[in-house]
């Protein structure tokens, strides 16, 4: 759980290690996730059904939890700039097959990492007081356009044709 800064913005990072699931089931569900907002990735992880997004959320949990105690920025207001999973060691195995063989059984592991970072401008949320209805700018009425003819193409090659 570290932190890496550069010269204007704070990039945060958290990082599960030796996660007992293929780096490439992680990544389906890092995919979806890269590029949004943390309010955002935490809807979609709850709402994915594979076991990849329940680790993956708790390495978001803990990358949020860092940027608030280390760097007091606010949670809900931070992107996911990146998200990979790199592959560990794996773990080799023997399955015991027909006539004395043996199959080997490979038990893979994963480095999950999220990197955090303050939303630019244009992407957060814009707060503005609310108008009273009074004061509200009134909305000019569009010219009101012809309706659609419900009749189909050919009519209208015929009336084409007939002209």
Same mark, same amino acid.
């Given at each position: 759980?570290?932190?890496?800064?550069?010269?204007?913005?704070?990039?945060?990072? #958290?990082?599960?290690?030796?996660? %007992?699931?293929?780096?490439?089931?992680?990544?389906?569900? =890092? /995919?979806?996730?890269?590029?949004?907002?943390?309010? @955002?990735? %935490?809807?979609?992880?709850?709402?994915? +059904?594979?076991? $990849? *997004?329940?680790?993956?959320?708790?390495?978001?949990?803990? $990358?949020?939890?860092?940027?608030?105690?280390?760097?007091?920025?606010?949670?809900?207001?931070?992107?996911?700039? *990146?998200?990979? !999973? /790199?592959?560990?060691?794996?773990?080799?195995?023997?399955?015991?097959? *027909?006539?004395? %063989?043996?199959? %080997?059984?490979?038990?893979?592991?994963?480095?999950?990492?999220?990197? =955090?970072?303050?939303?630019?401008?244009?992407?957060?949320?814009?707060?503005? !007081?609310?108008?009273? $209805?009074?004061?509200? !700018?009134?909305? +000019?009425?569009?010219? #009101? #356009? @012809?309706?659609?003819?419900?009749?189909?193409?050919?009519?209208?090659?015929?009336?084409?044709? $007939? *002209?």
């Amino acid at each position: 759980m570290a932190a890496e800064t550069t010269t204007s913005d704070v990039r945060v990072r #958290a990082q599960a290690r030796w996660v %007992r699931m293929s780096a490439r089931k992680a990544r389906v569900v =890092l /995919d979806n996730i890269r590029g949004r907002t943390v309010p @955002e990735a %935490r809807t979609v992880l709850a709402f994915t +059904p594979r076991a $990849a *997004a329940t680790e993956i959320e708790r390495v978001l949990r803990s $990358a949020v939890a860092n940027a608030e105690s280390v760097h007091a920025l606010d949670g809900d207001e931070l992107v996911v700039v *990146a998200a990979y !999973a /790199d592959e560990g060691p794996t773990l080799k195995r023997w399955r015991a097959r *027909a006539r004395g %063989r043996v199959n %080997r059984i490979r038990k893979r592991t994963c480095h999950i990492t999220i990197v =955090l970072a303050e939303a630019p401008a244009s992407r957060r949320p814009r707060r503005q !007081a609310a108008q009273p $209805a009074s004061e509200a !700018a009134p909305t +000019p009425e569009a010219p #009101a #356009a @012809e309706a659609p003819s419900k009749r189909g193409t050919r009519a209208k090659k015929k009336e084409g044709a $007939a *002209a």
